[in-house]
């Protein structure tokens, strides 16, 4: 178990840490002239024999209002509070405002020392714990217990600690799945060892040997040593303090800093700009607009960015609302991470979020879907199993277009199989097409199937003539937010029940028979002769139109319509000729192709069908554009004869 400490500067935070570990954490030469914490301490006590391998740690973090960004670079890796407040002072500005942002980074457990009681009368003892318990009880540390401590004569700190090991012990070990993240708080250099990084490991686990990324660098390193609670280790966990030996051509004190990320070799955390988010604010907070310029803390990092509301265009002091952080610079975020937002001069602190989608559309934001799955991501425990963390979303969603298991994957930091089993195990269908991976509910694609077998209809009734819908048309015209990869799996499913037929290119549902409406049909009873006059030289569309005393582009659209039906082929853009007439000339160019050596040559090809050479280049230039045929120098051979035109 992690403990961190929070309180006001002076209130006696190093000293009870001594007096619990005999460890000094203030090892800067600056905090021990001036009695001052600055950076963040660490103290590893040696547990009792009774609880050999029972892990306590401690982080002492600054109270000066000024060193407020170093109490927030320790306190990422806290897992309960030990808010210590002197009795002769009582609470005081750090001490609310520290235990806020544990409150904010939801920190749950506590415990409260309230020290220096050898400085003052037992009355004065009792009136701060009641002031404490009062001020206690309007947050989630409720009921924390209150021990009196004091760190001179040692009143009160052996039953401190022993309740600290006994809680230690009693903590469940914290479930490692996940992709490994560290923040990084600390960089040194250690003689003979090279660059050292530390930090609370945040998700997943890491042994020795292991390859690692850092972020934002996006430096390649490898993991040559690992310190966890001051002791060697092999592998270290989530929710332990880790001090990780980094080698690497790469790797340089200059090029690593606080803020940065250790992450697994195929973790897929990226640089961040815009984040999703549940915000709360604090109750003693100002009333925050929309588009307010905030600072923001996000474990060891921090950087500027102004608050997109998504509900409403304010939000009261204490209440919560769904936003987006637009960030000046990247963040490297997951799902479940929380962030503390203080003023643009980042002297107050204002409140807390979130995150709950690394990578938001960026149009839509404030639609009601949108809203309804971020409503949903909030269901979404921070921690835990993939299948326990992902049960209680399932149930509560059921969007129109699924849900992308690869982006889920991503924003919760886990390996994509254990989404879309999560997702089976809840009773969804899992689609995949390409890179693209969709969950639906038996519902939805029942819903989707309804809607595109609907469209295929108007269609139909729009244009008899076509054989059907060309596919992607048929996508963006019934499901445009579904991605085309998904599209085509989902139509196999539907073809194989019979509830749609496939020509080609062309969708079509298995009653539709292609055929022209009654004015069209009536045309091309008088086209017809007219091309059955001339078949191996049929007239020209504008001839056609000529002699009916048609449109010319009216007359071609007809020929194309009855294109569609199979009942001819445009050859070129003005010479449409009987399908009949082009098997024919199919079975010549066979001919031709058996009987020379060079294949079906133009001069050949005119000769046999009685036409013009110009016309003959032309039909046999049509034959190589649909595969039947090849040009090999000036012949054309036939490489689809036994599949075309039988």
């Given at each position: 178990m992690i403990v961190g400490t929070a309180g006001h500067v002076d209130h006696g935070k190093t000293a009870l840490i001594h007096a619990l570990t005999g460890v000094s954490t203030d090892r800067l030469k600056e905090e021990q002239a001036r009695g001052l914490t600055i950076e963040v301490g660490y103290a590893y006590p040696e547990p009792p024999p009774a609880l050999a391998g029972v892990t306590l740690g401690f982080i002492d973090v600054p109270g000066h209002e000024r060193f407020i960004a170093n109490m927030l670079s320790g306190a990422a890796g806290i897992q309960a509070m030990l808010l210590v407040v002197a009795a002769d002072d009582g609470i005081m500005p750090q001490t609310i405002e520290h235990t806020r942002i544990l409150q904010l980074l939801g920190v749950t457990r506590a415990w409260v020392a309230l020290t220096k009681i050898d400085r003052v009368e037992p009355a004065r003892v009792a009136e701060v714990r009641g002031e404490i318990d009062d001020w206690l009880s309007a947050t989630p540390f409720a009921g924390a217990p209150v021990l009196a401590i004091s760190s001179v004569s040692g009143e009160g700190v052996s039953a401190l600690?022993?309740?600290?090991?006994?809680?230690?012990?009693?903590?469940?070990?914290?479930?490692?799945?996940?992709?490994?993240?560290?923040?990084?708080?600390?960089?040194?250099?250690?003689?003979?060892?090279?660059?050292?990084?530390?930090?609370?490991?945040?998700?997943?686990?890491?042994?020795?040997?292991?390859?690692?990324?850092?972020?934002?660098?996006?430096?390649?390193?490898?993991?040559?040593?690992?310190?966890?609670?001051?002791?060697?280790?092999?592998?270290?966990?989530?929710?332990?303090?880790?001090?990780?030996?980094?080698?690497?051509s790469d790797i340089e004190r200059g090029r690593l800093e606080r803020g940065e990320w250790v992450v697994g070799a195929a973790s897929r955390i990226a640089d961040r700009q815009r984040l999703d988010v549940s915000l709360r604010l604090l109750p003693e907070a100002s009333p925050l607009k929309h588009w307010t310029r905030v600072y923001l803390h996000h474990a060891s990092a921090h950087v500027t960015g102004r608050v997109s509301l998504l509900e409403g265009d304010s939000l009261r002091p204490g209440a919560s609302a769904l936003a987006q952080l637009v960030l000046d610079d990247p963040l490297q975020a997951a799902h479940g991470d929380p962030v503390v937002l203080r003023d643009p001069g980042a002297r107050l602190t204002l409140g807390g979020a979130r995150v709950l989608d690394v990578s938001p559309p960026r149009r839509g934001a404030r639609k009601p879907p949108r809203l309804a799955w971020l409503a949903a991501l909030e269901?979404?425990?921070?921690?835990?199993?993939?299948?326990?963390?992902?049960?209680?979303?399932?149930?509560?969603?059921?969007?129109?277009?699924?849900?992308?298991?690869?982006?889920?994957?991503?924003?919760?930091?886990?390996?994509?199989?254990?989404?879309?089993?999560?997702?089976?195990?809840?009773?969804?269908?899992?689609?995949?097409?390409?890179?693209?991976?969709?969950?639906?509910?038996?519902?939805?694609?029942?819903?989707?199937?309804?809607?595109?077998?609907?469209?295929?209809?108007?269609?139909?009734?729009?244009?008899?003539?076509?054989?059907?819908?060309?596919?992607?048309?048929?996508?963006?015209?019934?499901?445009?937010?579904?991605?085309?990869?998904?599209?085509?799996?989902?139509?196999?499913?539907?073809?194989?029940?019979?509830?749609?037929?496939?020509?080609?290119?062309?969708?079509?549902?298995?009653?539709?028979?292609?055929?022209?409406?009654?004015?069209?049909?009536?045309?091309?009873?008088?086209?017809?002769?007219l091309l059955e006059a001339s078949p191996h030289e049929p007239p020209r569309v504008r001839d056609l139109a000529t002699t009916l005393g048609w449109e010319e582009g009216e007359t071609r659209r007809l020929l194309r319509d009855v294109a569609l039906l199979g009942e001819v082929y445009q050859l070129r853009?003005?010479?449409?000729?009987?399908?009949?007439?082009?098997?024919?000339?199919?079975?010549?160019?066979?001919?031709?192709?058996?009987?020379?050596?060079?294949?079906?040559?133009?001069?050949?090809?005119?000769?046999?069908?009685?036409?013009?050479?110009?016309?003959?280049?032309?039909?046999?230039?049509?034959?190589?554009?649909?595969?039947?045929?090849?040009?090999?120098?000036?012949?054309?051979?036939?490489?689809?004869?036994?599949?075309?035109?039988?």
């Open positions: 600690g022993d309740t600290l090991w006994a809680a230690a012990a009693a903590m469940a070990p914290a479930d490692a799945e996940g992709g490994f993240r560290l923040a990084v708080d600390r960089v040194f250099v250690k003689r003979g060892a090279g660059i050292v990084v530390t930090g609370t490991v945040r998700a997943g686990h890491i042994s020795l040997g292991e390859r690692v990324r850092l972020l934002p660098s996006g430096l390649a390193a490898r993991v040559r040593g690992l310190r966890c609670q001051n002791r060697d280790v092999t592998a270290a966990r989530r929710g332990e303090r880790c001090a990780i030996n980094l080698s690497g269901q979404l425990p921070a921690e835990g199993a993939a299948s326990i963390r992902l049960a209680r979303m399932w149930p509560t969603i059921d969007p129109p277009e699924g849900v992308a298991l690869d982006a889920l994957a991503a924003n919760v930091d886990l390996e994509l199989e254990a989404v879309r089993e999560a997702a089976l195990d809840a009773g969804w269908q899992v689609i995949a097409g390409g890179t693209a991976v969709q969950a639906f509910t038996s519902a939805r694609l029942s819903e989707l199937e309804t809607l595109v077998t609907a469209r295929l209809a108007e269609i139909h009734q729009q244009e008899p003539a076509m054989r059907g819908v060309e596919i992607d048309r048929l996508r963006r015209m019934s499901v445009p937010a579904l991605p085309p990869a998904l599209f085509r799996p989902l139509l196999e499913r539907w073809k194989a029940a019979g509830a749609m037929i496939q020509h080609g290119p062309f969708i079509a549902l298995p009653d539709h028979r292609a055929a022209l409406g009654e004015e069209e049909a009536g045309r091309w009873r008088r086209v017809r002769p853009r003005d010479h449409f000729f009987l399908t009949e007439t082009v098997v024919t000339f199919a079975d010549k160019i066979r001919e031709l192709d058996a009987a020379f050596a060079e294949g079906a040559t133009a001069a050949a090809f005119r000769d046999r069908v009685g036409c013009g050479r110009k016309l003959a280049v032309a039909i046999l230039e049509f034959f190589d554009r649909i595969g039947f045929t090849r040009r090999i120098g000036d012949g054309h051979r036939v490489i689809q004869g036994d599949m075309l035109f039988d």
